[in-house]
């Protein structure tokens, strides 16, 4: 029977690795067992080898079910090239192709086997699988399941009965980045999972550096246009709400200098492939997409991730910012945003036809856990708290604050923070997360010193709080007394009945002489004109952080209405007091000092600091491309050329053929012998035979 020793075995033999990274080597055991399993991991944390190194050992079959179809090529050339036999079966192959493909498994002749989860009833598979021999499924991305994530898939639906018609049940592995404690308990039940073993690790990504960035939208183009040309090395993703914003910010970026590509759903298939497979081979620079692009992306070097628009969750945001920095060196995800984005992330959720397999209870369910999503989101973007510690406890892991506002320790940030049942956490009872988190740091606050939503106590001073790597942690507030304008708009929602938007409520205020106002007499209300001399951006700040706070609530629909909230009355006290935080920072260079709102712009640092090794290094050591010294820099740019070189003629990306990681060990270690190079980061025997030749002779002669 195979145990963990021989699991290390295979890591070393076929990826170059001494050791398991924090949360592998239970979910692998586990596994080898015959035990199913859910892993809750962060992106680059190494889910794969979970299942790809018990396939190596375990008999029979494993099947990936994965919705990455543009990537599949790529996940099984990477195995190949580990020396991992690996096929798989998708919609861009021929009938042909697809034949050879599920005759070598059924031949036994490769380990592994990825389909897509539409493929699953498809008459020919199912006959397929019968005699197969399938002794492991391996589910990645399993928060597509659940209805309550941002990625439900439909499809995933059909995964438990896929696995119930087999003849023999399989151990059933299932994978994800982003799962609430709500999520995880929807994967567990509708994949049929038995009694299984869950790994949630912590959702810290501290080699990320989290920015946020109140812009408005007639700038947001050139700041990022800015950005890539003071990063000219740099790959970057840009992640826009519309296909048309995608186009057109790709189009600005290609007049300027920088190679880039759109990449949405509304492209051929070819475009879109072509698209992708220049980002990964470093033929351009930028790829700027809608959210069709990039879950699962592999390649590693992505130093940025800009948002051009707020996503529509915590769990988007979280997955899409996840793929700068797979490799575990330092790298940016900004966060530009108005208040504009709101308006329209809560018109997209009025027009989703959502999912017809849904009862028309369930559905309206799904559209108000899907507000509730969107409301976090804003809390993110509003907060003047540690960004990195929101979203921690969104996904409902504690931060360790005992050490008087330090980052956490390396040891926290590896451990494995709930191991066992899905439903319970070190040992008790969890609530349901995803809630606000607590202690976020509300943007609007009372008098009491708490924000008024009741979230937590006010945030430390930036000297003693935090992360020290997001942009509200290198910032510091001063407070802004607005009591009067929430007075103000509070009044005004009364005279109006609380019967007209946000967009009439601050027109009133302003004393607008619009024709529409005149012409419905909104000029006769008391409160017409009483805020025309303050700016109106901090009058729709003070409205919208109201709603965020209790004062207000917005209803949905085409035509949201600004009605009270159940704090409404305390507006009117006499000892009401209500302040909002103006950030200040350090500019972007090339930011051109413009402020991105009359409430104040939100500015971090271009880079975090350095990152906490991506695996377990021999060395225990890592080194980034600024600690390269003179001589090793020049090796390092002769080695990734090397890189291109062979990708080029074997017509794979170049980061299958080594990582960043491996060419800076390569640099430090200068192998010139065949034990020598093995003992480089990500160096397994396959890697050895059919490169390490050529790598080394361009180390001999450095």
Same mark, same amino acid.
């Not at 963990?4 to 170059?16: E, I, N, S, T, V």
């Not at 804003?378 to 406890?393: A, K, N, P, Q, S």
């Not at 008087?404 to 899905?422: F, I, Q, S, Y």
């Given at each position: ?44 944390? +190494? ?12 008999? +029979?079959?494993?099947? #990936? ?39 070598? *498994? ?19 598979? #199912? ?164 959210? *069709? ?89 509003? =907060? ?34 709930? #191991? ?58 001063? =407070? ?106 350090? #500019? ?26 991506? +695996? ?5 050591? =890592? ?48 192998? =010139? ?30």
């Amino acid at each position: 029977m195979v145990n963990l020793d021989d699991a290390r075995q295979a890591l070393h033999k076929y990826f170059g690795y001494e050791s398991f990274r924090p949360g592998q080597e239970g979910l692998v055991s586990a596994i080898l067992e015959g035990r199913d399993c859910l892993g809750v991991m962060p992106t680059g944390a +190494g889910k794969s080898i979970c299942y790809q190194i018990p396939a190596t050992l375990l008999p +029979g079959l494993t099947v #990936v079910i994965s919705p990455l179809v543009s990537l599949m090529k790529d996940q099984v050339d990477a195995l190949e090239d580990a020396g991992i036999h690996a096929d798989f079966i998708n919609s861009t192959q021929t009938p042909e192709e697809q034949s050879l493909a599920l005759a070598q *498994a059924a031949q036994g002749r490769c380990h592994m086997l990825y389909v897509a989860p539409e493929r699953l009833d498809a008459p020919r598979f #199912v006959d397929f699988a019968s005699r197969a021999g399938i002794g492991l499924v391996a589910v990645d991305e399993a928060h597509c399941v659940s209805q309550w994530g941002q990625d439900f898939r439909p499809a995933y639906l059909g995964i438990g009965d896929f696995i119930k018609g087999l003849p023999d049940r399989p151990v059933v592995a299932a994978f994800t980045a982003t799962a609430t404690q709500k999520v995880r308990r929807d994967i567990v039940a509708m994949l049929g999972l038995k009694t299984p073993y869950v790994a949630v690790t912590g959702f810290d990504r501290p080699n990320l550096f989290f920015d946020v960035r109140k812009l408005q939208t007639k700038y947001k183009n050139g700041w990022i246009t800015r950005y890539a040309h003071e990063h000219p090395g740099d790959s970057g993703i840009v992640y826009c709400a519309t296909r048309k914003e995608t186009e057109a910010l790709a189009d600005d970026l290609n007049r300027s200098g920088i190679g880039a590509a759109a990449y949405h759903a509304g492209l051929s298939a070819d475009d879109r492939e072509r698209a992708q497979r220049d980002f990964v081979n470093d033929e351009i620079q930028v790829v700027v997409a809608t959210n *069709a692009f990039g879950m699962g992306i592999d390649k590693s070097n992505v130093r940025y991730v800009i948002h051009h628009n707020m996503p529509e969750s915590i769990e988007a945001y979280y997955q899409e910012a996840g793929r700068a920095g797979r490799d575990g060196e330092p790298a940016r995800c900004t966060l530009l945003w108005n208040e504009g984005d709101i308006v329209t992330r809560r018109r997209l959720l009025d027009m989703d036809s959502g999912n017809d397999r849904l009862t028309g209870e369930q559905a309206e369910a799904v559209r108000a856990e899907h507000r509730r999503l969107l409301n976090v989101m804003i809390g993110y973007c509003r =907060t003047t708290g540690c960004l990195h510690e929101y979203m921690l406890r969104y996904f409902g892991q504690e931060v360790d604050r005992a050490a008087a506002g330090l980052a956490p320790t390396e040891a926290d940030r590896g451990a494995v923070v709930c #191991v066992g049942h899905p439903d319970m956490e070190n040992g008790e009872e969890e609530e349901d997360q995803g809630e606000a988190p607590a202690q976020a740091g509300s943007q609007g606050r009372s008098r009491s010193g708490r924000s008024a939503a009741g979230c937590g106590p006010e945030e430390p001073t930036a000297e003693g709080r935090g992360c020290g790597n997001c942009s509200n942690c290198m910032s510091t507030f001063e =407070t802004l007394d607005v009591s009067d304008v929430a007075r103000a708009v509070s009044r005004c929602v009364h005279d109006v009945n609380q019967a007209f938007g946000s967009g009439k409520i601050v027109q009133i205020l302003k004393g607008s002489r619009s024709q529409d106002l005149l012409r419905r007499g909104l000029d006769g209300c008391p409160s017409y004109g009483s805020l025309a001399q303050v700016p109106e951006g901090r009058i729709r700040d003070v409205l919208n952080q109201m709603a965020s706070d209790g004062y207000l609530t917005i209803t949905e629909g085409r035509l949201p209405m600004v009605h009270f909230g159940p704090l409404a009355g305390r507006t009117v006290t006499p000892d009401f007091h209500y302040e909002i935080k103006r950030v200040q920072g350090t #500019v972007l260079s090339g930011e051109g000092g413009r402020p991105a709102d009359d409430a104040g712009a939100v500015y971090g640092r271009t880079t975090g600091p350095a990152s906490q090794a991506e +695996g377990r290094d021999r060395a225990g050591e =890592t080194m980034s491309v600024e600690d390269l010294t003179g001589d090793q820099a020049v090796l390092f740019q002769e080695l990734k050329d090397l890189r291109t070189r062979i990708a080029r003629e074997i017509g794979k990306p170049p980061y299958i053929v080594f990582s960043d990681k491996s060419l800076r060990d390569m640099c430090r270690l200068k192998p =010139t012998d065949d034990a020598a190079f093995l003992e480089v980061n990500g160096v397994g025997e396959h890697k050895l035979e059919v490169y390490g030749p050529r790598f080394m002779e361009v180390i001999r002669k450095s």
